[in-house]
């Protein structure tokens, strides 16, 4: 194609925005959780261990259905969000934060919970012997030394939600401008035999998933080694 339509740009922006929204609200969310996967010794750990990586398994649309089933205006839950806050998530951008955040879960929460681990037992016992907080070991000892796993994280909770599709599908649909993101405008544009554009988002996708990698494999090649 020789120039890109409105569409094209506001279809990227769209994903990326949902992208950025999605992962800064999964490092919020990662950290603690990782953290505390790392750290827990219950008998119940391995329950929510499963919980959380059962996105990698489960099929997008199987998730996307449920997920669907659980906002809609005829649910209960949907119904309490928009009688109580007026929200709603069906066919919505908030919608779609919420699926992706559930969806891109395990691609945050795992590079960190690996990251705490690897770390020598006594950088915390250490810590709480000089008498830091759980909050200043935290911040001020761990996750400086994780530095590359939080990275890690980052990036491939980014990218997984640039890339996904049955979720985004099921709960967003395909509204221009409001739920249409690359991989839903792939598929369609394909569906109205329109292969020179779908190819421009392809494109877009592929570049931007091996710049992805090589950040990671770049980032991990220069990881210091703890002693």
Request: aromatic share 12%.
């Given at each position: 194609?020789?120039?890109?339509?409105?569409?094209?740009?506001?279809?990227?922006?769209?994903?990326?925005?949902?992208?950025?929204?999605?992962?800064?609200?999964?490092?919020?969310?990662?950290?603690?959780?990782?953290?505390?996967?790392?750290?827990?010794?219950?008998?119940?750990?391995?329950?929510?261990?499963?919980?959380?990586?059962?996105?990698?398994?489960?099929?997008?649309?199987v998730?996307?259905?449920?997920l669907l089933?659980?906002?809609?205006?005829?649910?209960?839950?949907?119904?309490?969000?928009?009688?109580?806050?007026n929200?709603?998530?069906?066919?919505?951008?908030?919608?779609?934060?919420?699926?992706?955040?559930?969806y891109s879960?395990p691609?945050?929460?795992?590079?960190?919970?690996?990251?705490?681990?690897?770390?020598?037992a006594h950088l915390?016992?250490?810590?709480?012997?000089?008498?830091?907080?759980?909050?200043?070991?935290?911040?001020?000892?761990?996750?400086?030394?994780?530095?590359?796993?939080?990275?890690?994280?980052?990036?491939?909770?980014?990218?997984h939600?640039?890339?996904?599709?049955?979720?985004?599908?099921?709960?967003?649909?395909?509204?221009?401008?409001?739920?249409?993101?690359?991989?839903?405008?792939?598929?369609?544009?394909?569906?109205?035999?329109?292969?020179?554009?779908?190819?421009?988002?392809?494109?877009v996708?592929?570049?931007?998933?091996?710049?992805?990698?090589?950040?990671?494999?770049?980032?991990?090649?220069?990881?210091?080694?703890?002693?």
């Open positions: 194609m020789d120039y890109f339509p409105d569409a094209f740009w506001q279809t990227l922006g769209l994903t990326v925005r949902l992208a950025a929204t999605t992962t800064i609200i999964l490092l919020v969310v990662g950290i603690p959780l990782g953290w505390y996967l790392a750290s827990a010794r219950h008998r119940l750990k391995p329950v929510f261990e499963a919980l959380v990586s059962m996105p990698l398994v489960l099929p997008p649309t998730l996307g259905f449920y089933l659980a906002f809609s205006a005829e649910s209960s839950f949907g119904s309490w969000l928009n009688s109580t806050f929200i709603q998530l069906v066919f919505t951008f908030s919608g779609l934060v919420v699926g992706s955040i559930i879960l691609f945050m929460v795992q590079p960190i919970q690996s990251g705490f681990e690897s770390l020598p915390a016992e250490a810590s709480y012997t000089l008498g830091k907080s759980r909050w200043t070991t935290l911040t001020r000892i761990l996750l400086p030394n994780i530095r590359a796993s939080v990275l890690s994280g980052l990036v491939l909770s980014f990218a939600t640039i890339g996904e599709f049955g979720v985004v599908l099921m709960i967003g649909g395909n509204i221009p401008g409001k739920t249409r993101v690359a991989s839903i405008a792939i598929y369609d544009e394909v569906e109205g035999l329109n292969y020179g554009l779908a190819g421009e988002y392809a494109g996708l592929v570049i931007f998933s091996f710049l992805i990698l090589l950040v990671i494999y770049s980032v991990n090649a220069r990881k210091p080694r703890l002693l």
